[in-house]
């Protein structure tokens, strides 16, 4: 099946400094979508972005799909954006239709 | 609106209970699932149902036992669960199937058996 691997694992910062998440994936997908898991476990839908730019206030992401890629960009952070941020993609081309995979996440800590 | 609801929100269960989970969605999508979560891993993908029909089942232990029973509403039967069932279990929707569309999740319920 399709992997998707996402970089850093872990990530700690003061509030209000930028950062960057990675997301690689091993094939080619018709559905990429980046969310924030809360600490109450809730999946809040960030980013639907199969291909190209999207921005959201101080959230962008950029998915280059011919090169297997997306990236997740968090600008001017704040404490309540800790929490877990996934990556998740759907095979094109696969059987499983709707098969969302996840990458192992990335832990952001944001420090007041 | 975008929300999917999912009760209870906590669950505690013996290995010989019954219990069930149940899952919401009102913004007529034909496509269902169930993801399970374990303590610090991503979600993965236990079932999906579309059009209410049965069509994905990730190789499930038959405890789990899911219903469709229309169009907005799925179930989780649950029987006769281990204590490594405890998880987080989430429900999301989608317009339909194939992709692509966007997934909706729920809050999910966490389960512990005991």
């Known amino acids: 099946g399709i992997q998707v691997e996402q970089s850093p694992p872990d990530l700690i910062l003061q509030e209000g400094a930028n950062s960057t998440l990675r997301c690689n994936f091993s094939?080619?997908?018709?559905?990429l979508q980046w969310f924030h898991q809360n600490p109450w476990g809730q999946l809040i839908n960030l980013f639907y972005i199969p291909s190209g730019t999207k921005q959201n206030g101080r959230l962008s992401a950029t998915t280059v799909a011919t090169e297997r890629y997306s990236l997740l960009y968090i600008s001017s952070s704040q404490t309540t954006d800790s929490g877990v941020y996934f990556c998740a993609v759907n095979n094109a081309g696969g059987t499983s239709y709707g098969k969302l995979t996840f990458g192992q996440g990335t832990i952001l800590t944001v420090h007041p | 609106d975008t929300e999917v609801t999912q009760t209870p929100k906590h669950l505690v269960m013996g290995m010989t209970n019954k219990k069930s989970l149940k899952c919401e969605q009102h913004?007529?999508?034909?496509?269902m699932y169930w993801y399970k979560q374990k303590a610090k891993k991503p979600p993965e993908l236990m079932f999906v149902y579309s059009y209410e029909k049965l069509s994905i089942n990730e190789s499930v232990p038959s405890r789990f036992s899911p219903e469709c029973p229309n169009s907005s509403l799925l179930n989780l039967h649950l029987h006769a669960l281990q204590p490594e069932d405890s998880a987080l279990y989430l429900c999301a929707s989608s317009q339909a199937r194939n992709s692509p569309y966007e997934q909706y999740f729920g809050p999910g319920t966490r389960l512990t058996v005991t």
């Open positions: 094939d080619s997908v018709n559905n």
């Open positions: 913004m007529g999508h034909r496509a």
